[in-house]
């Protein structure tokens, strides 16, 4: 059980996602609820109906592998990175690059990893100083988050984007997804409590609390806690999960919060399933007093599906976006994940003293 307390300013957001070509656009749309779920062309499930998903629409149904994941990153990472076009000539930071991958599953391009740094590396030459790559599905985003607060805490760096993508509609994926009976789908022989497997990408830049002062950069919010946990009672076993990893992530950050001080909202990845409900019901019964209203939280897979490891960056973006756009409910949201090997996380989303007020 870890946290950091040292705060990161998020100074930069991108995405891509099936309700949204960006960051902002895919905010707008998940606030407004939105669904981006549609029947897939060719896949079919066990009852013969065509299989529910959510897709990038623009992104043709015959992109596959490494081609459909690399054309949801980049864009987003593009996006992100815009703010330091604007920062003046010869201040531009020691910049960092750590990626939220997804793990093994059927269908999922081998080496993922290597081949997507192979492609940022060639529409960005070396503008990256360092980079790192995190396969743990959904909680992906939370050690590299953890990684990454601690390098700009030391000075090793300035600034780092942190990026996740994930897509599940590989028809191998989709099969394994059915015969895992976690496939969402209507009538009497379907699955009522399986998720709708979606695709997206998020990318936050992340700086130390001194570059904005130097550079002009804007400030969206600040990051100012990381907790990690690990859940042994998984998924797709016979064992029944109490979150215990989740809650070890959870009291990681809440310790950081000052008296009186509670979360006021809440942004996660539960997509449907019964185990993800459970798990944070239990989390919350533990840790309510600091959560100012525990069943109100926003789950965005209504809207865009379970996007896996693109979840977590996603999330820290509509937070720092509602603090942006001042329609958050207080100064103090939370984001948390949870990854079907185990991996458990949470951070602490905070309205930054940075943030303009234009």
Not at 45 to 63: C, K
Not at 307 to 336: F, Q, T
């Amino acid at each position: 059980m870890t946290a950091l307390t040292v705060s990161a300013s998020i100074a930069g957001l991108g995405a891509r996602t099936p309700i949204g070509r960006s960051v902002w656009a895919s905010a707008a749309a998940a606030r407004a609820g939105l669904c981006g779920f549609r029947e897939h062309p060719f896949m079919v499930d066990g009852a013969g109906e065509p299989m529910r998903v959510a897709r990038a629409p623009w992104i043709d149904w015959h992109v596959e592998g490494v081609d459909r994941f690399a054309a949801l990153l980049l864009p987003a990472i593009d996006e992100a990175l815009g703010e330091l076009a604007r920062a003046p000539a010869g201040t531009l930071p020691r910049l960092g690059l750590a990626l939220a991958l997804p793990a093994w599953r059927p269908g999922l391009p081998t080496a993922l990893g290597e081949a997507l740094f192979a492609r940022i590396a060639a529409r960005h030459a070396t503008r990256f100083a360092a980079a790192a790559a995190f396969e743990l599905g959904h909680a992906a985003a939370y050690p590299a988050l953890d990684a990454v607060v601690g390098a700009l805490a030391t000075g090793s760096l300035d600034a780092c984007l942190v990026g996740g993508v994930d897509s599940y509609l590989a028809p191998e994926t989709l099969e394994w997804v059915e015969s895992c009976d976690q496939l969402h789908g209507g009538g009497a022989l379907n699955n009522a409590w399986g998720f709708v497997p979606g695709e997206a990408a998020g990318a936050v830049l992340l700086t130390t609390s001194e570059l904005p002062r130097r550079t002009g950069l804007a400030v969206l919010a600040d990051i100012s806690a990381v907790g990690i946990g690990r859940e042994g009672k998984l998924i797709k076993t016979d064992d029944v999960c109490t979150g215990e990893g989740l809650t070890q992530a959870f009291r990681s950050v809440l310790g950081t919060l000052a008296p009186g001080e509670r979360v006021d909202d809440i942004f996660c990845d539960m997509n449907g399933e019964p185990y993800r409900a459970d798990e944070y019901g239990f989390t919350a019964l533990r840790t309510r007093e600091h959560l100012r209203a525990a069943g109100e939280f926003s789950s965005p897979a209504d809207c865009w599906g379970d996007v896996g490891a693109a979840g977590g960056l996603l999330h820290v973006a509509l937070a720092a976006i509602a603090h942006r756009k001042r329609y958050a409910k207080g100064p103090l949201s939370m984001v948390w994940g949870s990854s079907e090997s185990g991996e458990r996380g949470a951070a602490l989303i905070r309205k930054s003293p940075l943030e303009r007020s234009d």
